[in-house]
């Protein structure tokens, strides 16, 4: 992961606390701010932390290199592949940030990706926490089309 610290908000939550449990969408927006430290970023990754019972992400996270459009074989590929992670260890479900180049607000790449992840989600049954994006701006929630709930 490449960074760009020109774009460096004003505060973000020390390292420490990304493995902190949370119970809101806000809460969860804090840990992958935390993950993330300063802004700036070169290249379009998806994020890919697990949930545990006590509400936490649990490491490693895995980060999955996404360059073109919003891809509904490589969404599909990729819940499924959660889907039979979270079969096989003690995780609730799944957590998934957007990382991206930019400045702008929620883009149609990013509701297409969280389109795609939601809705592969929803037919394996894997539950997925809200969708954040990441770029040089901010850490905010992608509203998804398809609303599932850990």
């Known amino acids: 992961m490449t960074t760009d610290n020109s774009a460096r908000p004003a505060s973000f939550p020390p390292i420490e606390t990304a493995g902190l449990p949370f119970h809101t969408a806000d809460e969860l927006g804090d840990r992958w701010r935390a993950l993330m ?26 980060q999955l290199e996404v360059p073109g459009p919003p ?3 490589l969404a599909e590929g990729l819940v499924h592949l959660l889907s039979e992670i979270c079969d096989r260890h003690d995780v609730t479900g799944s957590a998934v940030l957007l990382m991206r180049p930019g400045v702008d607000g929620i883009a149609p790449w ?11 989600s929803e037919r394996f049954g894997l539950p997925m926490e809200p969708m954040f994006r990441a770029n040089a701006a901010d850490v905010v929630e992608v509203p998804p089309s398809v609303t599932r709930r850990c």
């Not at 300063?38 to 996270?61: N, T």
């Not at 990013?110 to 592969?120: E, K, P, Y």
């Open 110 to 120: 990013d509701r297409g990706w969280s389109r795609q992840l939601h809705g592969a």
């Open 37 to 62: 430290g300063p802004l700036g970023f070169s290249e379009r990754l998806v994020w890919v932390g697990f949930v545990d019972r006590a509400r936490a992400l649990r490491r490693p996270l895995v």
């Open 71 to 73: 891809d509904p074989d």
